[in-house]
């Protein structure tokens, strides 16, 4: 998967023989999600331009120790509309016909029993071939990629922490025996997690 310029030429000079690549590209889709886990929009940095693309495909083929065989995308995480993924898919359609095409993640889970539920795994999944198909990625010999990260492990786990104090002034204040060193996404992220008392869980 190479991602600028410099890597094309450090792979191309690197590889022998014809070494199999992805490109990531920059859709220029911005989903609703925390601006830091954000990484469809033009200005991100991750991946080329829709406008260096073009170039980045064409410096790629004319190394011979490379073999484009598709492209990939990565829009961002926690995204819990599924607009943006067809927005993605028609998108880099336009960049051309390749065997392989990655969608990248972004399928976001609900943290906190406010949030609105996610499409679920099936909706997303079905949006997503049904938007390859109709922009020509489909068919025999391709292989679409996707790479769910947390719609596939979120809520696989929990973090334990105990009580070592509360303390009552204006607010109720719990201090546990973690923090940013074993969390740093609520402070970076402004994620919101629920928190339960782990051996009154059946208690309000
Ligand atoms: C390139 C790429 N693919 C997939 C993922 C997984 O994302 P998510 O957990 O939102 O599905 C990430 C997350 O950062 C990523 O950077």
Redesign the pocket.
Known sequence: ?VDNFDEIERLGRLSKNAQDVLI?VTPDVRGETHEK?S?GQADSK?GFSMGDAPAAIERIRSIEGLALRGL?A?I????LELEPFRREVAEIATLGDYPVWDL?????VAYTEEQASPPAIEEYVGTLVRAAREHGMGGSGKRLLI????????NAGVTLYTVESVKRNVSTWVAVDGGMSDNLRPMLYGAAYEAHVADRSSAA
């Open positions: 998967m990531r886990i990484t991750f990939h990565h961002g995480s926690q995204l990248g993640g972004g399928l976001g790479e769910p990260g947390r719609a596939l492990v979120a």
